[in-house]
């Protein structure tokens, strides 16, 4: 699946995100990139806590944010979505640590 990307960006300096998990705890996690698709008009934001799961691939997280109001992130909820961002994420070129 080919989509069209509006608008997309590699974050060249770290920034960071807070979000609240179920307990109370604030967690800062690295944007990687943010993009906007064509097929969805929704911006998306790609970030990771720089943690490894059991196969040592670095944990991923992808959500729908809304550039003006940066308190609110709502989750990728259908499969078509999911695989729209996945899409762009394999054409993103990230930069080796």
């Given at each position: 699946?080919?989509?069209?990307?509006?608008?997309?960006?590699?974050?060249?300096?770290?920034?960071?995100?807070?979000?609240?998990?179920?307990?109370?705890?604030?967690?800062?996690?690295?944007?990687?990139?943010a993009?906007?698709?064509?097929?969805?008009?929704?911006?998306?934001?790609?970030?990771?806590?720089?943690?490894?799961?059991?196969?040592?691939?670095?944990?991923?997280?992808?959500?729908?944010?809304?550039?003006?109001?940066?308190?609110?992130?709502?989750?990728?909820?259908?499969?078509?979505?999911?695989?729209?961002?996945?899409?762009?994420?394999?054409?993103?070129?990230?930069q080796?640590?």
């Amino acid at each position: 699946m080919e989509e069209k990307i509006i608008e997309e960006g590699i974050m060249e300096e770290k920034k960071f995100l807070e979000l609240i998990d179920k307990n109370g705890n604030k967690i800062k996690y690295e944007i990687l990139a943010a993009f906007q698709l064509a097929s969805t008009e929704k911006n998306y934001v790609v970030y990771t806590d720089n943690t490894y799961d059991e196969k040592r691939k670095l944990n991923v997280f992808a959500a729908i944010y809304y550039p003006d109001d940066d308190s609110r992130l709502d989750p990728i909820e259908t499969e078509e979505e999911w695989d729209a961002v996945e899409c762009v994420l394999a054409s993103l070129k990230f930069q080796e640590v």
